[in-house]
Every structure is written in structure tokens, then in C-alpha cells.
């Protein structure tokens, strides 16, 4: 079996991201700066920088890691606006989160992460990519419901939220594993190629619509 090295060039944007992200973290525990203006400018930094390399790595749509990263122009482009608004966010949020004490760097990485879940969702080519993306997203959402640990309403909706996110998750991937086993493949567009010849044959089966079903309910669920 021969291993073929994937192309690292369409993934090069979310690895810088991710990289910046650490660095974010690092500047927040050795140089905050007075009120985590340090940490607010790498976090400002990555998103933008992020956002200038995306267009440049982009050579035409096709896929890496065997189908399972899509880079297209549809992805670009939701990229492009999830940073900017993300960026946007900060921006807007940053005099109402210090009023309230909640200006930290917990919020600034965990929004991060969180944006780099939806990256990861915008590329997907896989359903297993997809669940990777929605469940980094969805962990960040927790801590971030919860960030006012001195409000006992934030913890109660962090712990309620947390409970449903987990049974949705594992109703998911049952979704994902009845999808896989009536189609053979996790693709998303040889699912979906495989979906239509099997309703035109008229064997698409309670096994594959229930799977579906899961899918995306459970999918909205644990968004």
C-alpha cells in the first residue's frame, strides 16, 4: 500500500489559524497587557491575517486528504465572511464584556476555536469531518455559555446545554452509522449521488431515511 502525500496547500489557512490561535493563548498568559489589549490585538491579528492568506492559497476548487477537505469557492467565501464578522464581533463586544467583567482571554480563544469548527465545517467533504467540526464548535459553546461563572443562570443553561449537545451527538453519529452502512461511503457527494439512484430505484429504505433524519435534526440539535 502506497501512502500519497495529501496537499497541504488548500489547508494551509486553517493550520496558520490554529498556529495563531496558540499564540493567542500564550500572549494571554505571559503578556496580557492592561485589560488584554495584547491578547485582543493577536486575536484581531489572526482573524485578519487568516482572512488575507485564505484568497492566496486558493488555486481553483478540488479537494485534499482523499475527498474529506473540499476547497472551493463556496468555502472561500464563507470563510472569508466568518472571519470578518468574527473580527466585527470582537470589535463591538469588547467596551460591552469589560463593563461586565468578562473580558478575558478565555473569551477571545474559545470564539476562536469555535470560529476554526465552523472553518472545518465550511470544507468538509466528509460527514466525519462534518461531526469533527460541529463537535469543536459545539465544546466552545459550553464554556462559552458558562463563561460568567458568577451567574448561577449561565451554569445551570451551560450544564442543560452540555446534557442535550451530548445525547445529540450520540444520536448523530447512530445517523452517520446507518447512513454508512445503507450507502458504503461517508463522502459527502458520493452519499448524495448514492442517495438519488437508490430513490429512482425506489430502494431507498427506512434504514437510510431514518439515518437522514438523524442527521439533520440531531445535527440542529447540537448546533
Known sequence: ?????????????????????????????????????????A?????????????????GPGTT?????VHDELSLFLK???????????????????????????????ALLGLFGMNV?????????????LEILSLCLYALVALNRDSLAASEAAIKYFFLGALASGMLL?????????????NLGEV????TEMQKAGALGIGLSLGLVF????AMEVG
Open 80 to 110: 472569508f465572511v466568518m472571519l470578518l464578522t468574527l473580527s466585527g464581533v470582537f470589535l463591538y463586544s469588547r467596551a460591552y464584556m469589560r463593563v461586565r467583567n468578562l473580558f478575558s482571554g478565555e473569551f477571545l480563544v474559545l
Open 192 to 195: 448524495a449521488s448514492r442517495i
Open 121 to 133: 465545517i465550511a470544507s468538509a467533504g466528509s460527514l466525519l469531518v462534518v461531526y469533527l467540526g
Open 174 to 186: 447512530y445517523g452517520l452509522s446507518l447512513v454508512y452502512g445503507m450507502t458504503g461511503t461517508l
Open 65 to 69: 486528504f482523499g475527498g474529506s477537505f
Open 215 to 218: 442527521l439533520v435534526v440531531m
Open 43 to 59: 486575536a484581531q491579528i489572526s482573524l485578519l491575517g487568516t482572512a488575507v492568506l485564505l484568497p492566496l492559497c486558493f488555486s
Open 1 to 41: 500500500m502506497n501512502f500519497v502525500t495529501p496537499d497541504l496547500i488548500p489547508v494551509l489557512p486553517e493550520i496558520f489559524f490554529i498556529t495563531l490561535i496558540c499564540v493567542v493563548l500564550l500572549v494571554d498568559l505571559y503578556i496580557p497587557g492592561s485589560d488584554r489589549r495584547n491578547t485582543y490585538l
